[in-house]
């Protein structure tokens, strides 16, 4: 799935839900939320080695939702909570999870056309355009500290594409589908700040998976590309590694407030950048660093306010 940002979820919704649980230390709930970053790191790593084959998007995101639901409700069924992953809802789920397709399948066109640093950098905008999509759609007050933070964002992205220079990790083809994804994000949470006050994460995360599924079994029976052994290992990867991190900062959210875990999100750029050198001995380049630190100052600062405000 988009992997790469459902801490805006949780951080959002935290007006609507209770204190987090005790039971937990706050360290080892901040453990589970580097944890369930790591693991998304781990899918989009993924993806990205996935992409490189001949497999249409469509089908890495059919089966990757397969996998994905499958372990999903086997962790479900061992807690005996499967009730909660279906919505009450389904046909707003529905038209919700259409967003999220959309997203998922940008997400494998943009890691085939940048490196996965550089992915992260530009996706990272999500935070800065689900403030103003809330302001305008939700009637929510952005303050002029939270519209310098949005600018400051905003201008990291154009520092790390660098639009003028000779040396980037990427083509124009990547840069417009993360801005596809940013944009089927950003209104995809913004929208989910309404259903969550009936509708719980799991069922939200779970029901995403089926629409991948369902479009994406669809569009195999038009035309399908066998996998490979290999190419299916690592979709069942894919899988786990994408319910365990979801499983995870479900587990953080739960036993630490939002705004704490979401200042640990930005560890998928070090992340990020660690495995595109181990496996593609790709470095960042000076801009994207710039560009990065920008943004992440922008992001941080927002969590910041956010928390104040909460």
Known sequence: MSTSANFEF???RA?????PEPGHSEAAAIGFAICGFTCWVLTDTTIKIVGRSALPAYEIIGLLGVFFCGFLALYAKVRHELKVLWPTQPKKQLLRSCLDLANNLCVVVALRHVSLTLFYILVFLSPMCITVLA???LRE??????????VAGFSGVVVAVNPFGS???GDWIGFAACMVCVSCFSVNMVWSRVLTRTETPAS?????GVVMTAAGGAAMLVHAVPPSWRELGALVAMG???SAGTICFYIAVKHTAASTVSQYHYTQLVTGALLTFLIWRELPTVWM???AALIVAAGLYMAVLTRRAA
């Open 135 to 137: 302001a305008v759609f």
């Open 289 to 291: 660093v710039m560009g």
């Open 10 to 12: 949780e951080e959002e």
């Open 15 to 19: 007006e609507f839900r209770p204190e």
């Open 240 to 242: 786990a590694f994408c």
């Open 141 to 150: 007050k952005i303050g002029i500290r939270k519209g310098l933070a949005i």
């Open 167 to 169: 040396s980037r990790q």
């Open 204 to 208: 939200l995360a779970f029901f995403s």
